[in-house]
């Protein structure tokens, strides 16, 4: 168990950073933020900060020497960064959920063999391959690059009677998976949090809405029956389980219905807090960032309960966080601004949360 005073190490120093690190203060933890950009917006609210490469041994060594436990904002960490600093201090979550979940091929088969169900899949390396994967998938579907895809990157889609080859060039023949295109009801999301006792605890379903691939409203309670957000919240209980995780998770799936049956997919594994949880800032007894905090530290969870009827997260994306002041005055509302410099298109400059009371 981490004591008060203890210095957590961040990999990464976007707004997940950012908010792990003000919620640690509170419980009289430090944070030093590692990471290779200068203007990273996390450096602004830590007690130490370390701007190097990735790749540096030098820069890592010593990160590792200042801080007592590493976490990590992004699954992209490179997986001899992670391996490197592992030899030096405890990683959490562990290194090997980053091999799974920086693959979509290993993530989707990791998935299936707890029996959890997904859209239909299939690899691919060839444009041979596609055209068994279409046959296989079925169309439409969308081929996603197996690794480094977000926000909409790196995928295509392909209609009944598209182009196949076309969409395979587009994502410059990258190893890809093909899935089937799902007319999901709606998006949700299960963040949950697993602490080292192994004990989980699950936010409420969050209802997702994307804009143009980004993550644009997140609102609770979501709109399925109290049956299916018992499963949603079994499954990201099961995957975080099976991982023998640490910190929270965050698992994303689409909600479908045959008849007037409800039924989940899972899409996607983020390993760490995640934004469809921003909400739990103002909306819920405690963070996604806290609850997060709570577990890489060896410290018990707490049990979220929602505050209010409703509570809905709104992301300022590029130049709306210019319309930021707006929010300033409405009743229930907490404006949060993560303090990037430029606000460029598709960057996620901050967000809103409105509580409705009960
Ligand atoms: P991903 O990068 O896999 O999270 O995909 C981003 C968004 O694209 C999802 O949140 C969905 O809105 C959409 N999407 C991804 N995969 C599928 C699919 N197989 N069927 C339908 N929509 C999808």
């Known amino acids: 168990m981490l004591k008060p005073s203890a210095t957590i190490g961040i990999l990464g120093g976007g707004q997940l950073a950012r908010m792990l690190a003000l919620a640690a203060a509170p419980l009289g933890l430090r944070c030093h933020v590692y990471s290779p950009e200068k203007d990273s917006c996390a450096f602004d609210v830590v ?11 030098g820069a890592l060594g010593r990160f590792a020497g200042a801080v007592d436990v590493i976490t990590y904002e992004f699954e992209n960490v490179p997986a001899k960064t992670a391996a490197f600093l592992a030899r030096r201090k405890p990683v959490f979550p562990n290194p090997q959920v980053l091999e799974t979940t920086q693959d979509r091929l290993a993530e989707k088969n990791f998935v299936s063999v707890l029996k959890i169900a997904t ?21 439409p579907a969308v081929l996603k690059t197996r690794q480094l ?24 023949n990258a190893p890809c998976i093909l899935e089937g295109f799902i007319d999901f009801e709606r998006e ?8 080292q006792d192994g004990r989980v605890e699950c936010f409420d379903v969050t209802e997702n809405e994307h804009r143009d691939h980004i993550l644009k409203i997140s609102h609770v309670p979501a709109k399925v029956t109290p049956a299916l957000a018992r499963e949603a919240s079994r499954i990201a209980t099961r995957i975080a389980k099976a991982f023998d995780y640490v910190g929270v998770l965050a698992v994303e799936m689409f909600v479908v219905s045959n ?15 995640h934004n469809s949880g921003h909400w739990t800032i103002d909306g819920a ?36 966080v210019n319309e930021a002041a707006r929010w300033l005055t409405v009743p229930g509302t907490a404006v949060h601004i993560y303090g990037k410099g430029e606000a460029r298109s598709r960057r996620k400059m901050g967000h809103v949360t409105r509580v409705w009371p009960r």
């Open 119 to 139: 859209a239909p899949y299939a690899p691919v390396h060839s444009a041979t391959q596609l055209a068994e994967a279409v046959q296989t998938v079925g169309l």
């Open 285 to 320: 007894t405690v963070s996604q960032f806290e609850q997060h905090i709570r577990a890489i530290a060896g410290w018990p969870l707490a049990r979220p309960v929602r505050l209010g009827q409703r509570v809905e997260m709104v992301n300022l994306i590029g130049a709306e």
């Open 149 to 172: 895809g977000y926000d909409g990157k790196g995928q295509a889609k392909i209609t009944k009677g598209g182009d196949a080859v076309a969409a395979w060039r587009s994502v410059h």
């Open 259 to 273: 008849g007037r049956r409800q039924a989940v997919l899972v899409n996607e594994i983020a390993p760490r807090v």
């Open 188 to 195: 949700v999301s299960v963040v949950s949090a697993r602490a």
């Open 47 to 57: 007690h130490a900060g370390t701007c190097a490469a990735y790749e540096d041994e």
